[in-house]
């Protein structure tokens, strides 16, 4: 039994997102209303798998307009409810100006949406999409920390605007949500900081989340002469999707929990899907040379810089994942099997021509 009445509805802000689908998914399916926040209701597209799922479940969605960078504008969404998830936030690499469109929206969409916390009574707990990325922002920063690997005592101090924006957005955003929750004492706050999300999309051709294209990559030639071997975590959504059901459903839930299911790198996920898939399409079998990346890095993508090659390309990362597994509960998936079912999808919906 939940300390939430099961018959309020929940808050999902973003929740035409990948990470976000597989959350809404499992809480229609155990019965409860959603309340999900969209910044354009009217897109059906976007909204086509949530309307099918909730067709197919026994609970139910209700959509609200409404937008990160609009004061006021998750009011109508969160009436009644007493779990709030906040997971929507920018995760591109595709950005002109990274204050406006990473910074703003990350952390004045946070503070909008816990403002509204603070002024809707029947909030009792709010669970904040964080990222490993508010811990740490290069594979280096792994070896730098406490004995060597990332724990949730760790916070991200390499990031700025200028570099690595994505994980300044998140670290910036995840401070705020902190420092406002140790602000009130009406709701209490539980953090979710995943690592990098793979997993089958509920929604393929709609997704614009960097997840779908770096997969999208590995199978459509442009890494076929290789990849970097740069060491990240990897965890399957709808691990992540268990992890906020218990984040927000267990009363006991506290602080940050870091949300990593396999310590690897990108050779070893190209590596996973070689059974599979190797024979019929480009995926990269070896790892590039870090001398060659840093002369043709710089020139091939804009966020490869040579400090970024540096820290990254054949450094390990290492990230503990016992205290989600020990106070949730939580297992993690095979990467194989992440990485097999995420690739399936997209051969399934056409995504690479042939
Ligand atoms: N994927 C990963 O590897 C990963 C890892 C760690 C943490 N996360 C976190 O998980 C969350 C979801 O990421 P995702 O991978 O699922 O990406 P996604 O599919 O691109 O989802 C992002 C969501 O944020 C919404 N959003 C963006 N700007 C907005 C704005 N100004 N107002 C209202 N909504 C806005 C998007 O709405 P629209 O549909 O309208 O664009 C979308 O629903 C993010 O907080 C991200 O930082 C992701």
Not at 166 to 185: D, G, L, R
């Amino acid at each position: 039994m939940s300390y939430i009445d099961a018959s309020s509805p929940i808050l999902v802000t973003g929740a035409t997102g990948y990470v976000a689908g597989w959350l809404v998914k499992k809480l229609l399916e155990q019965g409860h209303t959603v309340h999900a926040a969209v910044r354009n209701p009217g897109n059906e597209q976007k909204l086509a798998h949530l309307n099918q799922m909730a067709a197919q479940s026994p609970g139910q969605i209700k959509y609200f307009k409404s937008d990160l960078l609009q004061e006021g504008s998750y009011k109508e969404a969160m009436e009644g409810c007493q779990l709030v998830y906040h997971t929507a936030s920018p995760f591109t690499s595709k950005y002109k100006n990274p204050q406006t469109e990473l910074i703003d929206p990350a952390v004045k969409g946070t503070a909008n949406v816990l403002q509204t916390a603070n002024q809707t009574p029947s909030v009792k707990r709010v669970v904040v999409t964080s990222s490993c990325a508010a811990i740490y922002t290069d594979a280096i920063d792994c070896k730098n920390a406490p004995n060597g690997e990332l724990t949730e005592e760790v916070w991200n101090t390499t990031s700025s605007l200028d570099y690595q924006p994505y994980s300044y957005s998140k670290t910036m955003a995840e401070k705020k949500a902190w420092e406002m929750a140790n602000a009130q004492n009406q709701w209490d706050l539980v953090t979710v900081n995943p690592a990098f999300v793979m997993g089958p999309m509920l929604n393929p051709k709609a997704t614009t989340s960097e997840s779908f294209n770096i997969l999208k990559q590995m199978g459509d030639g442009t890494m076929k002469a290789g990849v970097p071997k740069m060491g990240l975590g990897l965890v399957d959504v709808r691990d992540v999707a268990d992890a906020h059901l218990q984040a927000g459903l267990n009363e006991a839930a506290k602080g940050r929990y870091i949300t990593v299911g396999h310590n690897t790198d990108f050779l070893e996920m190209g590596l996973a899907l070689q059974d599979k898939f190797g024979k019929d399409y480009p995926i990269p079998k070896k790892a590039l040379p870090k001398w060659l990346l840093m002369i043709v890095g710089p020139f091939a993508n804009k966020l490869f810089t040579r400090k970024f090659i540096r820290n990254n390309v054949n450094v390990e990362w290492k990230a503990n994942n016992s205290k989600i597994q020990n106070e949730l509960g939580i297992s993690f998936m095979p990467m194989q099997k992440t990485m097999e079912d995420s690739f399936q999808i997209l051969v399934d919906n056409g995504i690479f021509k042939k």
